[in-house]
C-alpha cells in the first residue's frame, strides 16, 4: 500500500483558470573570474564579447590585475569603450603611458590608469555598477588577499593592478596595497563568495586544472620568458644600449631585460598559484586563449589578443551552454509566493 504523502509535500490542486504548470525556478547567476596576465589582458575584452554573441550575460564579474581592469570596464557599461581604445593603442602611445618614477616602491607611478579610467570608465562606486563586481588585491605588510567589493571602482583597479617592483603601490583602507595575482590570480573564491551559481573562468597563464579534469594543449609549450619578452621592449634596448666594442658581447636577444626578468618571475609564481588554488576550488568552465606569443607588455598588441579571447570561447561553446543548462535546472524553484498563479 502506497504511503501517504506529508501534507508539505501534497501538491495544490489547480484552481479555477489556473494551469497545473510546472513550478518556475529561480534564475542561475552566472559568475565570470577574469585572470591577471597584464596586456594579455586585452583577450578579456573578446571573451565577455563572445560570451554576449551567445546570450550570456554574467551577473558576477571578479578580476585580478588587468582581468580587474576588463571587468570593471563591464560592471560599467563601458565594455565597447574599452574595446575602441585597446585596438587605437600603438607602441608610441604605450611608451606615452610610462610615467616613470624611481621612487616610492616602483618604476611606473601609475596615475595615467586613474586618468585613463576616470575618462573612459567613470569614478562609479562598485555599489552603483550594473552587475556584482570585485576585484583583488594583496596587502603587502601581511601578504593576505583583500577583496575590494565596495567604493571607488577606480581604486579597486589601480590596487588590483599595482604589479610589484614596476607600478607603485596603493594606499588603501590602511594598507599598503599590491598586485591581486600574488596570492589569487585567478579569484574564483571571491566570485564564488558573491553568489555565483556557475562560474566560468579565464585563464591567461597556462594549464590549469577544472573541475571536470586538465585542460590540455594542442600546441607545444613555450618558455615562460621568451613569452613574457615584448617587441618593444627589444626597440627600447638598442635604443638605450650602446654596441659593444669589438663585437664580442653575447647576443642581445638571449640577454633578458630588467623588466623581461621581472614578468617572466612574475609568470612562473602565477602560473603556480593558480594551479594550487585551482586545485581547492575549481570552476565549471575554464577558458583558456591562446595568448601565450604575446609579450606581457605587448599593449599595441590588443586586436591579436581580443581574436584569441573570442577563438577560445569558440572552442568551449559547448561546455559553457552545458554548465549554463545544468546550473538552470539544478536551480532551487521560485517561491510560490513570490511566482504567483499560473495562469493557462
Known amino acids: 500500500m502506497?504511503?501517504?504523502?506529508?501534507?508539505?509535500?501534497?501538491?495544490?490542486?489547480?484552481q479555477a483558470g489556473e494551469a497545473e504548470w510546472?513550478?518556475?525556478?529561480?534564475?542561475?547567476?552566472?559568475?565570470?573570474?577574469?585572470?591577471?596576465?597584464?596586456?594579455?589582458?586585452?583577450?578579456?575584452?573578446?571573451?565577455?564579447?563572445?560570451?554576449?554573441?551567445?546570450?550570456?550575460?554574467?551577473?558576477?564579474?571578479?578580476?585580478?590585475?588587468?582581468?580587474a581592469?576588463?571587468?570593471?570596464s563591464y560592471a560599467a557599461g563601458r565594455l565597447e569603450t574599452l574595446n575602441e581604445l585597446a585596438n587605437a593603442m600603438t607602441f608610441s602611445r604605450t611608451l606615452g603611458f610610462l610615467d616613470l618614477r624611481f621612487a616610492r616602491g616602483g618604476l611606473i607611478e601609475g596615475r595615467w590608469i586613474v586618468d585613463f579610467c576616470r575618462r573612459h570608465i567613470g569614478d562609479i562606486r562598485i555599489e552603483d555598477a550594473?552587475?556584482?563586481?570585485?576585484?583583488?588585491?594583496?596587502?603587502?605588510?601581511?601578504?593576505?588577499?583583500t577583496w575590494l567589493t565596495s567604493g571607488?571602482?577606480?581604486?579597486?583597479?589601480?590596487?588590483?593592478?599595482?604589479?610589484p617592483g614596476l607600478l607603485t603601490p596603493v594606499p588603501l583602507r590602511g594598507q599598503w596595497l599590491v598586485d591581486?595575482?600574488?596570492?589569487?590570480?585567478?579569484?574564483?573564491?571571491?566570485?564564488r563568495a558573491l553568489g555565483a551559481d556557475v562560474i566560468i573562468g579565464v585563464n591567461l597563464s597556462g594549464d590549469l586544472v577544472t573541475r571536470n579534469g586538465i585542460v590540455t594543449r594542442r600546441k607545444p609549450r613555450t618558455r615562460l620568458m621568451s613569452s613574457a619578452r615584448s617587441a618593444w621592449l627589444g626597440r627600447l634596448r638598442k635604443r638605450a644600449e650602446p654596441p659593444e666594442p669589438g663585437g664580442a658581447a653575447e647576443p642581445a636577444e638571449t640577454i633578458p631585460t630588467y623588466l623581461e626578468v621581472l614578468a617572466g618571475s612574475f609568470l612562473v609564481m602565477e602560473n603556480f598559484v593558480s594551479r594550487v588554488r585551482l586545485a581547492a576550488d575549481p570552476v565549471d568552465v575554464l577558458v583558456t586563449p591562446e595568448v601565450r606569443h604575446l609579450g606581457v607588455m605587448d599593449f599595441?598588441?590588443?586586436?591579436?589578443?581580443?581574436?584569441?579571447?573570442?577563438?577560445?570561447?569558440?572552442?568551449?561553446?559547448d561546455q559553457i551552454l552545458a554548465a549554463c543548462r545544468t546550473a538552470a535546472a539544478e536551480a532551487p524553484p521560485v517561491p510560490r509566493e513570490q511566482a504567483g498563479p499560473q495562469k493557462a
Do not use: M, Y
Open 180 to 191: 591581486g595575482a600574488l596570492v589569487n590570480p585567478l579569484p574564483v573564491s571571491l566570485c
Open 22 to 67: 510546472p513550478q518556475p525556478r529561480q534564475k542561475p547567476r552566472i559568475g565570470i573570474v577574469l585572470g591577471s596576465g597584464v596586456a594579455r589582458g586585452w583577450a578579456h575584452i573578446g571573451v565577455l564579447q563572445a560570451l554576449a554573441r551567445l546570450g550570456i550575460r554574467p551577473d558576477v564579474v571578479c578580476g585580478c590585475s588587468s582581468g
Open 300 to 317: 599595441h598588441r590588443a586586436e591579436e589578443a581580443i581574436a584569441a579571447g573570442e577563438a577560445a570561447v569558440a572552442a568551449s561553446r
Open 152 to 163: 571607488s571602482l577606480i581604486d579597486a583597479v589601480r590596487a588590483s593592478l599595482a604589479l
Open 2 to 14: 502506497k504511503p501517504l504523502a506529508r501534507a508539505s509535500e501534497r501538491r495544490r490542486p489547480a
Open 130 to 145: 550594473a552587475c556584482t563586481f570585485g576585484a583583488v588585491a594583496t596587502e603587502l605588510g601581511s601578504g593576505r588577499e
Open 69 to 72: 581592469l576588463v571587468g570593471a
